[in-house]
């Protein structure tokens, strides 16, 4: 797979892509990302890349020209399975996006900042806007941060065990039950006789049971309505 993301602050993503699980990946040869500074498609002699906003209001736009630029540049050089704007009036980011992100071969993120990006790009170009939550970050690097991790480590051969992702909170709409490690009794808090019995049947049960109880208690929305 291959990401291109484009943002106005390109090393607020250089660190949290190029650590563990990421890094992996993109040494795998499975994942290559590739991040595009705007700021040299900028306008004038200050490289503008915003401008205030018609109507009045508070808060800068990003132009159309700069984006239009860099975006018309790459798409020259691949075609996009999805263009994606990372804004906070996108559709809620969850595992089942990550899923299906996670099949396809391009993608090409974008990273708005100030008030957004002029509404005329998101209609040119945007073929899926994202949310990765209710609230506002400052800009959607973070955001583009959360989207390419969650996809990355989906991958094939990314992750040693290939099991793994599949079992992780949110795969089956229920949260992960408690895991524990050595050692088997710490500050007087044991860990469940059942994990250390060796039947297998028995701690797959209990797994259920208790991510179900989990699920129940604090993601109860998660759960199929009863009938
Ligand atoms: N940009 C700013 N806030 C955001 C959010 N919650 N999700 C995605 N992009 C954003």
Redesign the pocket.
Known sequence: MHIDIISTVPDLLSSPLSHSIMQRAQDKGLLTVQVHDLRPYGLGKHNSVDDYQFGGGAGMVMRCEPLAALIDELRAQRTYDEIIY???D?ER?AQRRANRLSLLGNLLLI??HYKGIDERIREEYVTLE???????????E???AVVVDSIGRLLPGVIGDETSALTDTFQDDLLAPPVYTRPAEWRGRAVPEILLSGNTAAIETWREARAEERTAARRPDLLPPDV
């Open positions: 990372l804004t906070p996108g980011y990273c708005g994202i949310s990765i939550g209710d609230y506002v970050l400052s800009g959607g973070l955001a583009a």
